[in-house]
């Protein structure tokens, strides 16, 4: 399997857009946290385990996207 390698415009361009699509995320969790407790402190236990879940899902991506970009260079 070959790698074909950027150049160093393009690969800036990979990073920026993975960058602005990690901090979506991260914005993304923070509001689901607040959804969550808010819903949790008015009674609400249902949206826990789906909330944590999604949340697990979101790390994920970061996670991959972070993977990703070490394997970039």
Known sequence: MTR???ARSQR???VNGALIFAVLLVI???WLLTATVNAFLGGDTATTIPAALTSLGCLGVN???LRYLY???
């Open 4 to 6: 074909t390698r950027f």
């Open 71 to 73: 394997r970039l260079d």
């Open 63 to 65: 996670l991959w996207l």
């Open 12 to 14: 800036m361009t990979i």
């Open 28 to 30: 993304l969790q923070l």
